[in-house]
């Protein structure tokens, strides 16, 4: 039994979706402006974990995520970059895309471009002012908070903190200045050709709007899920969660999942602070993606995690090793049941991933035929998504140029050159492999 941490009740629950085994999961994705960071991709490597578990739990998961193609700041870029929105989010769209591959991030059923719901959402929006739930101002039009009296449950606000009848225009601000927030944002020259003309007026939709319109048009409402980072509990997920209520007259989300941040020296990583990596700096660095998917899993999510350059050498000497290990393997067969319980026992205590590295170091470490480990570690990988398979019993092809000065060491050590024969090791070392002498022996290593 899957067992969750649900935002909204401050619990850990046992998760049991509405219907009986199909799950409706809706992650909010990335806002296309810039290449994603290290800690936009923590936040969806947490959601790919989270995706696996429910299916390793015999769920059929429908996953929608938005991409979040028309906002203040990808606005503001494209004008900075001198393109057309459409082209400029179109070029980040593929370099997300390409990012969530190289870290076996499972893609889901369907990628929501905001701008291809513009209808569904001005919908929404006259649905909430036939309900008197919002209203409007110089042209642009506000959800009213105090209509809906449940405003600020997820985040725990009280009441006295919302200031009755104040409006807010940008699409993120803080929570100690909850108001009235913009649903759909009258054209203003900043705009330039970013607008739709509705029946709404000419503009374009506030931020917060495309989750609610993506979610009930592609899954209905309630859903089961809803995830993303932890900053999105204010003010997105609790506007979300007001227009969708006030406008359906029913609970939006069943279960809220957030995932903590990734940091730098101690600070969150974020473009506007300028302390970011993104996974193609990792990649110059000589970093495999899924070194750095295997540093996220070695903390949990509800965790902060300092990210260092020294960190993720260890996650990539933890994870190499392993690699090395597992070539020496024979073909799966069978499996060890007993690791495979304490694995998925692990997951499901809310996706406890350090707990679950653990009980996979432990396995490798026992006594049980290399076959059954192999066959327990590939059932691990449908959750971890470290690529296991491709190493497993691959026992490395040493380079013809390698093969020949091995053979000429041994020559050089018959005739008891140990001169040659030392400096045959070291052209071999440059080679990138090792070379040990044992009664069996030269032993060759990749180094
Ligand atoms: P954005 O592209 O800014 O809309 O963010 C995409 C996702 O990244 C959201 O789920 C955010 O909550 C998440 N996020 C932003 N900064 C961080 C961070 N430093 N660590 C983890 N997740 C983050
Ligand atoms: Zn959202």
Known sequence: MLNLYNTLSHKIEKFQPLKKNAVGMYTCGPTVYNYAHIGNLRSFVFEDILKRALSANGFRVKHIMNLTDVDDKTIKASQAAKQTLKAFTAFYTHAFKKDIRKLNILPPAKFAP??????????????????????????????????????????????????????????????????????????????????????????????HLECSAISVKELGQPIDIHAGGVDLIFPHHENEIA??????????V???????????????????????????????????????????????????LNFTLE?????????????????????PKIGCAEFEQKFIDAIN????????????????????????????????????????????GKKEKIPV????????????????????SD???????????SVEDTPQGQKILKS
């Not at 227009?243 to 939006?252: H, L, T």
């Not at 070291?426 to 990138?432: D, F, L, M, W």
């Open 349 to 392: 205590n809310d996706l406890n991933t350090p707990e679950a590295l653990a009980v996979l170091w432990n396995l490798v470490k026992s006594d049980y035929p290399t076959s059954a480990k192999a066959a327990t570690l590939l059932k691990f990988d449908k959750i971890l998504g470290l690529d296991f398979i491709k190493y497993l």
């Open 254 to 304: 069943r279960f809220w999942i957030h995932g903590e941040h990734l940091l730098v020296e101690n600070q969150k990583m974020a473009k506007s602070l300028n302390n970011f990596f993104t996974l193609q700096d990792l990649e110059t660095r000589d970093f495999n993606p899924l070194a750095f998917r295997y540093l996220l899993l070695t903390a949990h999510y509800r965790s902060k």
């Open 401 to 420: 140029a390698v093969n020949k000065l091995l053979a000429e060491r041994v020559k050089a050590r018959q005739e008891k050159n140990w001169q040659r």
């Open 423 to 433: 400096e045959l090791r070291k052209k071999i070392e440059e080679s990138g492999y």
């Open 114 to 207: 905001a701008t291809r719901y513009i209808k569904q959402m001005m919908t929404l929006v006259q649905n909430l002012l036939k309900k008197g739930m919002a209203y409007e101002k110089n042209g642009s039009i506000y959800f009213c908070l105090a209509k809906f009296p449940n405003y600020g449950s997820l985040a725990r606000l009280s009441n006295q903190e919302l200031k009755i009848g104040a409006r807010v225009e940008a699409d993120n601000y803080d929570k100690d200045n909850p108001a009235d927030f913009v649903l759909w944002k009258k054209w203003t020259p900043k705009d330039g050709k970013v607008f739709w003309k509705t029946p709404l007026g000419k503009g374009r939709p506030g931020w």
């Open 243 to 252: 227009q969708s209520e006030a406008a359906f007259g029913k609970q939006f």
């Open 311 to 331: 960190s993720l050498q260890g996650a990539r000497n933890a994870l190499n090793n392993l690699y090395e290990i597992i070539r020496a393997w024979d073909k």
